[in-house]
């Protein structure tokens, strides 16, 4: 059954993947893994087709200028996901789906059958309970990955390897070919969106936590573009991230799940991948435009998501009255937001003093407490 986003991952991605980690697939998942090998090659013959059908409808038609997108940065866990699925209920907003995102290269045809055919998977995304269906919001880390392109994600499907893309986090040790190809696929895939949902009085919004520790490459891809930073309380963000991705990783894994070894792997990992993340955007944080960043914290978003809203809006140059048409989408958004309330849990002095010692300038810039 095609029920993992492993299945639509095309051949000359997944195939190398599957070779490579054959060590950690047990014998009783040999028939899953090979199902995914098999179904890979459907997905290289749809993705070429549906290179092939977006090529031509690029040659059709004039497209007008795409707007530069806006990208919402933040660790994992810091309520990027919440912001990102309430700036997605405006008219003016365009963001990657759910369908864009694990089929970047034929999700134009992505239609009512295929839906139906696919009806069957999972619209559930572990460890938070958020839901998920294929219009959804979705982080364009996903595509990348699809795409071929380094990233932190192949640890969901090979939990037993430390970390499946060392480099993929910060992409700093890539060769710098490899950097490039980074960004003109991101590039081509924002394209695609585009002219598949063009609408010329939108924007685009992209979302990826990874995307924190990159703006020197989304900057290199989109000079113009804007950035909204999002921040919470780093104890709060460290406990929830190794919580949710095991969680994530358990329900994804070609594996059959991370075992014991993994999840301690991960854990003692997670104040590592914080601290990298933010040494990189301390260092690049200053090459962003001035007046091209915004920078928020999931507390104040929580407390007060339509002033937060409104002065989002008002920087992006955008109005939001009460009479707007998009209004009632906002609203109910809001007040659906019981997924994204974080879970009430003591302090750990000794897990702070140990964020703070390997990320002193996250509390300082952000005004967190050290004790």
């Known amino acids: 059954m095609f029920n993992t986003i492993w299945h639509f991952c095309p051949a000359e991605t997944m195939i190398p993947r599957l070779w490579a980690n054959r060590a950690l697939i047990p014998a009783r998942r040999w028939p899953y893994a090979a199902g995914i090998a098999l179904s890979s ?10 290179r092939a059908n977006m090529a031509r409808g690029r040659r059709r038609r004039d497209v007008p200028p795409m707007p530069a997108p806006v990208f919402i940065l933040g660790f994992w866990r810091s309520g990027t996901t919440y912001l990102h699925e309430l ?46 269906g294929w219009q959804s919001a979705q982080e364009d880390e996903f595509a990348l990955m699809m795409l071929g392109q380094p990233t932190p994600y192949w640890w969901f499907g090979f939990p037993g390897t430390s970390q499946a893309d060392p480099e993929a986090l910060t992409l700093d ?26 609408r010329p009085e ?16 989304l900057l290199n891809a989109f000079p113009d573009a804007r950035f909204i930073h999002i921040s919470r309380d780093p104890e709060e963000i460290i406990r929830s991230y190794r919580r949710f991705m095991p969680a994530l990783a358990a329900d994804l894994s070609v594996t059959g799940g991370p075992d014991d070894a993994a999840r301690a792997a991960f854990e003692g990992r997670a104040i590592e991948d914080f601290s990298r993340v933010y040494e990189k955007y301390r260092q690049t944080r200053s090459l962003i435009p001035e007046g091209h960043l915004k920078e928020i914290s999931f507390s104040d978003l929580r407390a007060d998501p339509m002033a937060r809203l409104r002065e989002i809006y008002g920087w992006l140059g955008w109005k939001l009255d009460e009479d707007d048409r998009s209004m009632p989408q906002i609203l109910n958004r809001i007040a659906a937001g019981g997924d994204h309330r974080p879970r009430s849990e003591g302090s750990d002095p000794a897990l702070r003093a140990e964020i703070a010692a390997r990320a002193p300038w996250y509390f300082h810039h952000f005004g967190y407490s050290k004790a």
């Open 41 to 50: 090659l459907l997905a290289s013959g749809l993705a070429a087709q549906g």
């Open 87 to 132: 700036l997605q209920q405006d008219v003016k907003v365009m963001v990657p789906t759910t369908a864009n995102c694990i089929f970047p290269q034929f999700f134009k045809m992505f239609g009512g059958g295929l839906r139906k055919y696919f009806a069957e998977m999972a619209d559930i995304r572990s460890g938070d309970g958020i839901n998920v």
């Open 173 to 198: 040790g890539l060769p710098a070919a490899e950097r490039q190809q980074w960004q003109s696929t991101l590039r081509e895939f924002v394209a695609n969106c585009w002219t598949y949902k063009e």
């Open 202 to 217: 939108s924007r685009i919004v992209l979302k990826s936590p990874g995307h924190t520790a990159r703006v020197d490459l």
